[in-house]
């Protein structure tokens, strides 16, 4: 087979993102512009002013980085304690529910990292730099705990003890819905938002109302991975399975863009905190 240089170049950049923990980068990225284009101006302005220090300025930009930190020796400290907060194992069976202390010992869950980092980065009180390690925390644990096996059980490891072939090639159930399913548009992430952002609206439930939103975002993912089918038959992930559950993928992704949206809005405007209050 001839490859063209630029084919060539397309498929190394391809294998230079392959998948490591929670949604992909595509994933992370794709959610991190979701919410961008919801942003209150007022919320836009504090995230860039927060980001400015680093020299970056979108969420996209830092969506990925708490995954990268386990590439980083001088990062090692911080990734060996966040590393178990990018998800939460149920106990399979009916028990999609949030018991904190079976679910989430000493609170290392992405529910209660997220309960944590939301509050620091809305208190001004704290660091700039607190606030803006907080903050990039939480644009890439409300990606991580929509994709559901980011909630699964503890019996698989969320899927990554389940073996499956995809496309002629061993690989386990985590890495397809980390990153192989939405690899099969093959978009890149401005065009996958892009597709997102143009079809319907989704509906989503207010987050005021509710008192733990991320444990019902936890137990959302945890009831699709017990769906029917979401374990495919034979182990294989065929072209029907993709058919169907691409589209979930998608969803996931819309919700988890247009929440984490409302949570920065709420964090980071105080007009519209206290609209909400209201
Ligand atoms: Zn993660």
Same mark, same amino acid.
């Given at each position: 087979m001839r490859f063209t240089r630029r084919a060539a170049t397309a498929l190394s950049a391809c294998l230079s993102i392959? !998948?490591? $923990?929670?949604?992909?980068p595509l994933g992370h990225r794709v959610v991190a512009e979701l919410a961008q284009q919801r942003l209150s101006p007022a919320a836009e302005a504090e995230v860039e002013r927060l980001l400015a220090p680093e020299h970056t300025k979108s969420l996209a930009d830092i969506a990925n980085w708490p995954d990268q930190l386990q590439d980083d020796p001088a990062m090692a400290t911080l990734w060996k304690h966040t590393r178990s907060q990018h998800y939460i194992n149920f106990h399979g069976g009916s028990a999609c529910a949030y018991v904190p202390p079976r679910d989430c010992r000493n609170g290392r869950c992405v529910v209660a990292a997220l309960e944590h980092d939301v509050d620091v980065l809305g /208190?001004?009180?704290? !660091?700039a730099s607190a606030r803006r390690q907080a903050l990039k925390f939480v644009v890439h644990f409300v990606g991580d705990i929509h994709q559901p096996l980011h909630a699964g059980y503890r019996a698989d490891k969320g899927g990554n003890t389940y073996q499956v072939q995809f496309e002629g090639n061993g690989t386990n159930l985590h890495k397809v819905w980390d990153s192989r399913l939405l690899y099969t548009? $093959?978009? /890149?992430w401005p065009a996958y938002a892009q597709r997102l952002d143009s079809a319907a609206p989704v509906k989503l439930l207010p987050?005021? !109302?509710? /008192?733990?939103p991320y444990a019902q975002w936890a137990e959302e993912s945890c009831r699709i991975t017990a769906e029917p089918g979401f374990y495919p038959p034979n182990h294989r992930i065929t072209p029907a399975y993709v058919d169907t559950w691409l589209p979930v993928a998608d969803r996931r992704l819309r919700e988890a863009g247009r929440r984490l949206a409302q949570v920065l809005n709420l964090a980071l405007d105080p007009a519209t905190a206290m609209a909400t209050k209201h």
């Amino acid at each position: 087979m001839r490859f063209t240089r630029r084919a060539a170049t397309a498929l190394s950049a391809c294998l230079s993102i392959a !998948p490591a $923990h929670a949604w992909g980068p595509l994933g992370h990225r794709v959610v991190a512009e979701l919410a961008q284009q919801r942003l209150s101006p007022a919320a836009e302005a504090e995230v860039e002013r927060l980001l400015a220090p680093e020299h970056t300025k979108s969420l996209a930009d830092i969506a990925n980085w708490p995954d990268q930190l386990q590439d980083d020796p001088a990062m090692a400290t911080l990734w060996k304690h966040t590393r178990s907060q990018h998800y939460i194992n149920f106990h399979g069976g009916s028990a999609c529910a949030y018991v904190p202390p079976r679910d989430c010992r000493n609170g290392r869950c992405v529910v209660a990292a997220l309960e944590h980092d939301v509050d620091v980065l809305g /208190d001004q009180g704290k !660091p700039a730099s607190a606030r803006r390690q907080a903050l990039k925390f939480v644009v890439h644990f409300v990606g991580d705990i929509h994709q559901p096996l980011h909630a699964g059980y503890r019996a698989d490891k969320g899927g990554n003890t389940y073996q499956v072939q995809f496309e002629g090639n061993g690989t386990n159930l985590h890495k397809v819905w980390d990153s192989r399913l939405l690899y099969t548009r $093959h978009l /890149d992430w401005p065009a996958y938002a892009q597709r997102l952002d143009s079809a319907a609206p989704v509906k989503l439930l207010p987050i005021a !109302p509710l /008192d733990n939103p991320y444990a019902q975002w936890a137990e959302e993912s945890c009831r699709i991975t017990a769906e029917p089918g979401f374990y495919p038959p034979n182990h294989r992930i065929t072209p029907a399975y993709v058919d169907t559950w691409l589209p979930v993928a998608d969803r996931r992704l819309r919700e988890a863009g247009r929440r984490l949206a409302q949570v920065l809005n709420l964090a980071l405007d105080p007009a519209t905190a206290m609209a909400t209050k209201h």
